[in-house]
């Protein structure tokens, strides 16, 4: 009796040991150099200690943060050898037609570049930046080539599902779908060249949340999640980012 129970309670826990293995997205392997990110920063407040916390925590890189103004400094080539990657988290900033083509340039040389949340409405008056992003969010209602486009709009501490679009994809593979509570945009175009990797069916949000393209042969990832400390803290969200550096790094 004493021998039964003690197998069907090994049976049980290999069970449930067994079932939230097949639960957890697989381990990423280690890199056998660290990816370089510039994490860039600036003109719309966030809650820094926990967002620097999962680049902190990322074993795949070492990063260095800048903020606007002094981001733009390191758009330059010389500067730009100390990085493999750009991140951007920032928002709304004016760009001078110097740093216009210096991003451009550094994008050309094959700097990968992932863009954050509401990175999606910055530098407004730059149509390019629209081509490198593969979106458009409209800041003020327009008229887009005799479209009138509505202003775009977004709502804070909304709970809802995010649902993996290409699962096949480096930056989505091993994921399965998961919740947030975040903030939803809507109204914004993307551009049909983009390749959805995230997708949501709440109402308030845009249908397609996160996606992959390439700008003049870089690789380009956008993800719309990521307001605040409930979603960086969230470990879907970092094995995402995670994935989304490693692929525009070309190392995945
Ligand atoms: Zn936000």
């Known amino acids: 009796m004493k021998t039964s129970r003690m197998v069907l309670t090994f049976g049980c826990l290999a069970g449930l040991l067994s079932s939230s293995l097949s639960l957890a997205a697989p381990a990423l392997k280690p890199l056998p150099q660290k990816i370089r990110v510039l994490?860039?920063?600036g003109g719309h407040p966030f809650e820094k200690e926990p967002f620097f916390k999962v680049f902190q925590d990322n074993p795949d890189i070492t990063y260095q943060a800048v903020e606007h103004?002094?981001?733009h400094a390191f758009l330059k080539a010389e500067p730009a050898k100390q990085y493999d990657v750009?991140?951007?988290y920032d928002y709304g900033q004016k760009i001078t037609e110097e740093a216009k083509a210096d991003f451009v340039a550094r994008l050309k040389d094959g700097k990968g570049l992932v863009v954050l949340h509401h990175a999606i409405a910055a530098y407004p008056a730059w149509p390019e930046y629209w081509n490198i992003?593969?979106?458009h969010y409209y800041l003020a209602a327009t008229n887009i080539h005799g479209v009138a486009k509505p202003r775009s709009a977004w709502k804070e501490g909304m709970d809802f599902r995010l649902h993996i679009a290409d699962s096949n994809h480096p930056v989505t593979r091993g994921m399965s779908d998961f919740d947030v509570h975040d903030e939803t945009?809507?109204?914004?175009?993307?551009?049909k060249e983009c390749h959805p990797l995230l997708t949501t069916d709440e109402p308030e949000s845009n249908g397609v949340v996160a996606w992959a393209k390439t700008y003049k042969g870089t690789r380009v990832v956008y993800i719309q999640s990521g307001h605040g400390h409930d979603t960086y803290e969230n470990p879907n969200y970092q094995q995402l980012l995670r994935q989304a550096i490693r692929w525009t790094a070309r190392k995945n």
Request: glycine fraction near 6%.
């Open 69 to 71: 103004p002094n981001a």
């Open 39 to 41: 994490l860039v920063t």
């Open 86 to 88: 750009i991140v951007t």
């Open 133 to 135: 992003i593969g979106a």
């Open 185 to 191: 945009y809507k109204w914004f175009d993307v551009a």
